[in-house]
């Protein structure tokens, strides 16, 4: 039976942890490690944040109009950030959200300022370096006023470490006109428990798009997101895209409250099973009139071993919404893989490729370095091809 529940006391305080004084005493290892998850001075950002365990090993942004720095800080720095600090996430919720709460490490607060169009995305890094230690984060995003932002959040442990906790809360807000691409790549371990609890809020002709990938093994991970859309033609997009693996729990949710006229949301998911349990869940709940919604789930069974279960639910409180819902899990068509064969593959190429194509999602409004970026972790996941 696979272990879904986490023993919070059983870990110790990322405090304790000794932390490098900078990027020159991580190993080559951990370096190489870093670059899969977008950490490399060959691509271009407008600002970086790392994280090492509970200490910033990084916090520099590289134009004026914007602001990165450790949540910390932030707290201290602005009195009016109370108007965010768990607001869009009760610090209530469960366990995790009160332990955030009652012993803070440390995390990222992000604003683009009004009108401000970043070129290039800003990148963040989570990292987890020290063994059996409960990383504690709480992160903001305030996307001003007609601004954008392309943000890419990493988190990942150490190669080698064994058993480790990662807690991240995160709350993003985006104003009037503005434009959040907010793409998170997963690389745990096979010991590594997983929970974030993210909240959203977005405001009138407001954009939101968010990417999640993890394709590696994982102990456990439990999310669901929810969104809120509360000005009118504020949009939501989720889509993940998930490799199970044997011994692995993964339960991937996302829900979206449409909560003014001609909002609209989509949750797609795609998900590959070599094993473990995987769950998909959508929620879409239509609290105005002229809203739209649509959840889609595909799941590609490769194993016997595995678990694949897909759960939408659509709620509505008016009756002039439009409300979809798709699910589908299934096998690799043993036409395909012939087709393929026939041209000169070997049966491992062949469902090679089209597992990689299933789990292939070009996203309108994600830029060239962003899906690059994406493309190059799904190239480097070893998936038992």
Known sequence: MLEKAVNLKSFKSAKVAPTPKDFTELSEEEKEHLKLLGLDENLKRE?????????PL??????????ILPVTEALKK????????????????????????????????????????LVYPVQTCLYIRTDNIAQRVHNIVIVEEGAELNLITSCSVHPRIGSALHIGISEFYVKKGGKLTFTMIHVWGEKTSVRPRTGIIVEEDGTYISTYVTLFPVKNIQTAPVC??????????FISIIANHPGSYVDIGGEVHLEAEETRTEIISRNVIYGGENIARGRIIAKAPKVKGHLECQGL???????????????????????????AVGKIAQEEVEYLMARGLSEDEAISLIVKGF??????????????????????????F
């Open 58 to 67: 990084l916090c520099k942004r590289k134009v004026e109009g914007l602001e």
């Open 47 to 55: 600002g970086e944040y790392v994280q090492v365990d509970a200490i």
């Open 301 to 327: 069974m490769l194993s016997d071993e595995g678990v694949m279960k897909a759960i939408p639910e659509l709620d509505s409180y008016f009756y002039d919404v439009e409300l979809t819902h798709e699910a």
């Open 359 to 384: 789990l292939t999602i070009k996203i309108e409004g994600i830029p060239p370095a962003l899906q690059s970026q994406i493309d190059k972790t799904l190239e480097l996941a070893k998936l038992g």
């Open 228 to 237: 809120r859309l509360i000005g009118k033609n504020a949009k939501a997009s």
């Open 78 to 117: 602005y009195d009016w950030i109370s108007d965010y600090y768990w607001k869009a996430v009760s610090s209530e919720k469960d366990e995790f959200t009160k332990a955030v709460a009652e012993d803070l490490d440390n995390g990222y607060f992000i604003r683009v300022l009004p009108n401000y169009k």
